[in-house]
Every structure is written in C-alpha cells, then in structure tokens.
C-alpha cells in the first residue's frame, strides 16, 4: 500500500512537504505481521530521500511449511526463486512509481510554495483589515440602543468595508438607564447684591423761543447714581428736545349738525336701610331713566333695572343675631314637633313652623325686616303643626312661587294646604280622605309646576297632582288627553302602595314606586304624554326600589336583583341594565344594604353612594357613568351623611362623617379616593364636633357644630365658617366658657338672599330664629361707627 501525506513543516519558516510510504502486507499469510514501509521525503527543494533499512527487497517467510515442501528441498528452493523473482519485480515496479510520483510532487511542491509567498507578499503589501463601528436603535435586541462593529479585510483598498468584505460582525448593546441618585443639599445662600441705580427720564415743557420757536419737550435722561430718585443736573447724560410744528390755518366752518336724540336723565334715589341688615342707615342708588330692561324710560322712577350704581352706609354695626322673639321670655318658639321651614327666592318668602305659647304650632312668616309674624292659625284649638309629615315645600307654579305643607285644622284631619305667603292666599286644597290623607307614608315632588303627593286612607293609595288652583288626580292631569287619561285609569286601578320608595318628577316624567298585582312592587315611568312604563327588574319577587337619582335620558335606582341591593339604570323607554354587582369584602355575598344615608349623589361624570361593604358602618363608593367603573373612595370614612342631609356646590360634597382618630366630623369628596378626605376637624382629637346642620353659600361651607375657637374655647353648638380646609367662629348666639346655644337642635340651616337662618338659644330667649349676615353683602356696606 503506498501512503502519501502533504504537510507543512514545524518551524516557521520550514517550506510544506510530501510524504510516501509503501506499506506491503501479503495477503496470503494471515497470521504475518506487518512489514515496515519504505518512506520517502521530498522537500521543497525537489530532493527525494528513500529510506529502505538497507534492503532492497522485503521477504517475509511463513512461519509453516508443507511436509511435501520439507522432504523436497529443491522444489522449496525453486518456489522460493519463483516467489522471489515475482517479488523483484513488484519491488521495482513499485520503487519506480514511487520515484515518478515523488518527482511530479516536488515540482508541485515548488510551484505552491512559490503562490504561497506571492500571495503573503500581496496581502501584506495591498490588504489591510479593517473595524468599524455604526450606531443602533433600540430595537428587541438592544432595547437601549447600542452600536454594531463589523470586522473585516479592505481587499479593495477603498478604506471601508463592503458588504462581501465583513468577515464578522457584533452587537453592543447600552445598558439600561440607571436609577437617579439621591438629591444633593441645597447650596447655601448667596449675599444680596448691591442696589444698582436707577435710569430717569425728566420731561420739561418749553415755552415758544429757543430752541424750539413754537415751543415743544425737553427730554433729559441719565442715571440716578445719589439714589434721590430725581435727576440732577450733574446726572443728565443726553438732552434733546421734541418741538412743536406751527399752527395751521383756521379751517372753514363746518354745517351745522343734526339735533342729537333727547337724553335721559340722571336719576339718585335715597332711601333707609333694611333694618334686617343695619339699623340706622341709607341706601343711594345711582342710575339712568333709560327703561333697561325692565324699566319704564322716562317715567322720572329709578326702577331696579334702571341702577347703575349703589352705595351703602351704615352707621352702626351690621345687624346678626335674634330675628324676633316669637315666644316671648324663656319660651322655646320650635321644639321636634315644630320647627319645619322654607324659603323662596321668587318672593323672597321665608315660612316656618313655630309656637308663641297661645296659638299653638302654627305657620310663621317673616317680614322684609325679618321679623316673624302669625301667617294663619290653622287649628284655632290646637295646633296644626304645619309641615309635620312632607315638610314645607316651595314650588314656582303659573300663577308664582307657592308653598305646599301639610296640616291639620282640626276638623278635616291631615291634608294638603298650599299658601301664596299671605293668609288670604293659604288655604287647603281639599278633604281627599275621611281623617287623615297625609301619613308618614306620603310622598311629594315637584312636577309640571306643581306638586306630586301621595294620600293614604279609606280609598287605598292614591296619587295627585296640584298647582295651588287645580288638584285632581295624577292619572286626570290637565296636559293629558281624553283617551290618554282614561287609559291610564285603567291601567292605575291595579295599582296600589304608590310612591313608597321612590317618587321624583323630571323633564323626562314621573318616576315612582307602584305595587301591580302581576309583577310586584316595581319601578314605573308615567312620560309627560301621558304613558305608563313599568320596570320589572326582579321578576321572581319584589325589587322594592329605596332611592334614585334623574340622569341624561334615564333614572338610576337601587333595587333589588334577587340576591342583594344593586343599582339598576332604567332608559326612558322602558329598558333597564344593572350596573353593579357589588358583594361584602372578602366573600362572594352580594351587598344587602345599600344608599342607606348618603343616598345616590352626581358629580359630573361620577356617581356618589354609599354601601355597607364591611363591618356594620357604610363606606362612599363612586361609578363612573362613563365607563362603569366601581371604586370604594375611603376605606377610612364611616357613616357619610349618617345624621345630616349631605349638601354640594357642583364640583364638592359636603357631609358628616366618622373616623377613627377624629369622631364624627366634617367630611367632603369630589367623586374620587385622593378627593375623599376630612374637611375640618372642629373638636381635635377623637372629640366629635357633633354637626347638625350643612349649608354651602358664597364659596364657603356653613356648619353648626362646637368646636374650639381661636381662644381655646369649647363655643358648643353654633355657627362655624369653613374656607378650604380652615374653618372659624362665625357666630355664637350665647358665648362665654360653659354656655352652649345648641344651634341646630331644632330645624335646619337656610341660605336666604341676604342672611342664614338657624334657630338657637341665646340664654335670654329660648329657642328663637337668628339671623348672620352672608358675606357677599356684608360687602356691600361701608360702616362708620
């Protein structure tokens, strides 16, 4: 076998050579070992070197014979002749092979070596290896950013590497940014600088000469370097002067004008000032007899519209406190039973509830001064205790404001009276039921200027309508046609327990509670034309609807789905959804009581409720219209709106609250959890303020309550101020350490146009109305005292 290696030598520089080798290998003898190979070197130099151990021939013996080759030596000896001269032979034709072979090699030896250093030659001399560097977006691999560096040979020794010329290439990503490091101090700071001087201009009138003939402006600037604040004559660095141009001609005279329109005059009126604001004073309205608006021109009267300016003065302090002692001495004028009031702003009618120790509970008025007058004895042996079931309620009607209250006279039981705030114009509205018609059932809501009320007695629930001159049935309204009514008594005669839950009248119709015989106790819709829709939200049972609230195009209820109290968003036209699926905290329960205190508020897009979610005391919630989106606004604020009825400002609502760390407080919420928050903390500490009564009026929030003043001074229950998140003493009725006027005990706090109204005890008169003066007409009036 002849066996050929190509290689390179081991030194450095050592050319590559060819290696043969003739490996023999009988096949006849199976047992015989290997004979050595003869080798052969060729060089780079095309010498051959044959390395045969001093043989010429290789003769292997077999290690058996033949007994016949044994007992014929000649025989063996022409065998082995034979067998060597076959191997001769073989030898030289091998031998002379391998010289040939040897001998093509070496040439090619030579010839590749010589490629092989005018290639080195070339490549050191021409070929340049080159690294460059390209800048990377962020992308999936490099999220930071970061740079490619591409490694390969310039073999066209342009400088740069085209795209066959990369032989490598890599990626090098930027780290991911750090974190900032901690906030340096703050330097320390700098010393004030020097006061620099100030710049002035001096302006000088110049008479006709020089320099300007007709006479014109001087104008001197420089700077006030002595700080006088007036410009020296050795501090005038520029002058220079502005002259006059001369007069012209007198132009020709003009045609006479067309007469102007007759004027109107100028009109001041005096007059006294309201003694329920200051009691020695004069108002001086300033106008013109124009007829703005209103107005009558020219009729010599300043009418209201006509007032361009008013001044007001008083020369003593602005009147706050007693409006009137009612019940004259010690004598409570409003007690639980009697302390219901209204106002209304078309007629600037206060009207209330109240007793003078002979005539019983009875309707009061107050005059333009404030002072409380009998409007009417109602039950002239006893007392009416007007308001007592549905309160005072002011209506604007056709025919203007009117006041809707229930009362007894004595003699027809409890009915439905309305008043115009004069005895004539109060009166009853009729005898609806044998005995009492008003109950703690009934229900009332404006509607259609007018009212909407319920009635309870011998002829089962019924419903009504009433604007003071007209009352009939809801069912008979006089916008409703023929037909449309005597449909609806059809469908009305199933209906029984009507409004209890729910009653509320808005653009969209009458929303109310009504018990139909097939589907429960349901919502309904009575539309303005006179249709009735109803609301089966719980079809296996009772929804029994609690509290709702009008929105765009509908009405949301709470109400019952079968498992626990949810709210539900009723369309005008007869569809519902339910839009909360509310459970207790923790577990899969559904919520059983919900809208108990709070009930159901709007701001903008949210709704405001309350919900038992944990424990027995509710927490706020608000949905978002928008996106029907369920968030618990305070985990921390207990019982909202518990003991007052909540009061708000469009963006803000104001309630009482409890907390852990403070007892019962102020509390307020905007509709989200960072805008829920305490007001004001009028008692520090777990001390409760106890607060009875909310009013919001010019940007401020009223509250009575106690609270510490700014001496340090329990002022027990009156009246406080509050302003953001800071609130003061605004009036106590009976100041002084351990007095108390127990504000708010009795009634609530009223806005009028120009005071609000609470019933207190002065420690002189019992329990009698007081006045304070709202601040936006407090300033209105200039005092001199």
């Not at 007007?386 to 604007?396: H, N, W």
Request: net charge negative.
């Amino acid at each position: 076998m002849l066996l050929l290696q190509l290689g390179q030598g081991q030194q450095p520089n050592e050319p590559p050579f060819v290696a043969l080798g003739l490996l023999y290998r009988p096949a006849v003898l199976p047992n015989a070992g290997e004979v050595p190979c003869t080798k052969a070197n060729i060089g780079a130099s095309s010498r051959l070197v044959l390395s045969t151990d001093g043989f010429d021939t290789v003769d292997v013996a077999p290690p058996f014979m033949s007994s016949t080759e044994n007992n014929n030596p000649r025989a063996r000896r022409d065998e082995q002749r034979t067998r060597f001269l076959s191997r001769e032979n073989i030898v030289k034709m091998l031998k002379t092979t391998v010289v040939l072979s040897a001998l093509l090699l070496s040439i090619w030896a030579v010839a590749l070596n010589k490629s092989i250093e005018l290639d080195q030659a070339i490549t050191e001399e021409d070929s340049t290896i080159l690294v460059e560097t390209e800048g990377r977006e962020a992308d999936v691999y490099c999220p930071e950013g970061g740079a490619d560096i591409f490694l390969g040979t310039d073999f066209d020794g342009n400088g740069r590497l085209s795209a066959n010329e990369i032989t490598s290439s890599t990626k090098v990503c930027h780290g991911q940014q750090g974190l900032s490091g901690p906030q340096g101090q703050s330097g320390s700071n700098g010393d004030n600088g020097t006061n620099g001087n100030s710049s002035l201009v001096n302006l000088t009138a110049l008479s006709p000469g020089i320099p300007c003939q007709f006479g014109g402006v001087q104008i001197q600037s420089g700077i006030d370097s002595n700080h006088n604040l007036y410009l020296d004559e050795e501090e005038v660095e520029t002058n220079a002067h502005v002259c006059d141009g001369q007069l012209g001609e007198e132009g020709p005279e003009g045609q006479q004008g067309v007469d102007g329109s007759q004027g109107y005059s100028a009109l001041i009126e005096q007059e006294a000032a309201p003694t329920s604001i200051c009691p020695q004073g004069i108002i001086m309205q300033f106008g013109v007899d124009d007829g703005t608006d209103h107005g009558t021109p020219g009729d010599g009267i300043l009418h209201e519209d006509e007032i361009r300016e008013s001044l007001r003065i008083c020369s003593e302090q602005l009147f706050e406190g007693l409006t009137g002692d009612i019940f004259t001495g010690l004598g409570d004028a409003m007690s639980s039973t009697c302390d219901e009031s209204e106002w209304n702003s078309g007629s600037n009618t206060y009207m209330l509830s109240a007793t003078d120790g002979t005539n019983g509970c009875e309707l009061w008025v107050l005059d333009e001064e404030n002072m409380p007058s009998l409007l009417m004895d109602i039950h002239q042996s006893g007392d009416s205790i007007p308001g007592k079931e549905l309160g005072i309620y002011s209506v604007e009607t056709e025919r203007g404001p009117r006041f809707f209250f229930d009362a007894d006279d004595g003699i027809h039981g409890r009915e439905l009276w309305v008043s115009d705030g004069t005895a004539v114009g109060t009166a009853m509205l009729g005898d609806m039921e044998t005995g009492d018609a008003i109950d703690w059932n009934a229900k009332i809501t404006a509607w259609q200027d007018g009212v909407v009320f319920t009635t309870n007695g011998q002829q089962g629930h019924r419903m009504w309508w009433s604007n003071g001159s007209v009352t009939t049935t809801i069912w008979q309204a006089p916008w409703f046609s023929g037909s449309a009514s005597s449909e609806l008594l059809n469908q009305s005669s199933a209906l029984t327990s009507l409004g209890q839950g729910v009653l509320q009248g808005d653009e969209s119709g009458l929303w109310f509670v009504a018990k139909e015989s097939q589907i429960g106790l349901e919502m309904m819709l009575l539309t303005v034309e006179g249709q009735l829709r109803t609301y089966d939200l719980q079809p296996f049972g009772d929804s029994s609807p609690s509290t709702g609230i009008s929105i765009d195009e509908g009405f949301v209820v709470v109400a019952s789905d079968g498992t626990g109290r949810q709210l539900a968003h009723l369309d005008i036209d007869g569809g519902y959804q339910w839009i909360t699926s509310m459970t207790r905290e923790g577990t899969t329960t559904p919520i059983s009581v919900m809208a108990p205190a709070f009930g159901i508020q709007r701001l903008g897009d949210v709704l405001v409720f309350d919900v038992v979610y944990r424990g027995a005391d509710a927490t706020l919630f608000g949905y978002t219209l928008s996106t029907g989106n369920v968030q618990e606004l305070s985990a921390s604020i207990l019982a909202p709106g518990h003991s007052l009825d909540v009061v708000s400002d469009g963006h803000l609502i104001w309630f009482d609250c409890v907390l852990a760390t403070t007892g019962m407080e102020i509390c307020q919420t905007d509709g989200t959890a960072s805008g829920t928050t305490l007001t004001v903390d009028l008692m520090p500490g777990i001390s409760s303020s106890q607060p009875r009564a909310l009013a919001s009026v010019d940007s401020n929030v009223y509250v009575l309550a106690q609270g510490i003043d700014f001496t340090g001074t329990n002022s027990g229950h009156s009246l406080w101020s509050i302003d953001g998140f800071s609130a003061e003493l605004a009036l106590d009725v009976w100041s002084g350490t351990g007095n108390n006027s127990n504000a708010g005990t009795y009634g609530s706090l009223t806005a009028t146009s120009n005071h609000l109204l609470f019933i207190a005890d002065d420690g002189i008169h019992g329990h009698e109305l007081h006045q304070f003066l709202r601040s936006s007409i407090r300033d209105q009036w200039m005092v001199w005292d």
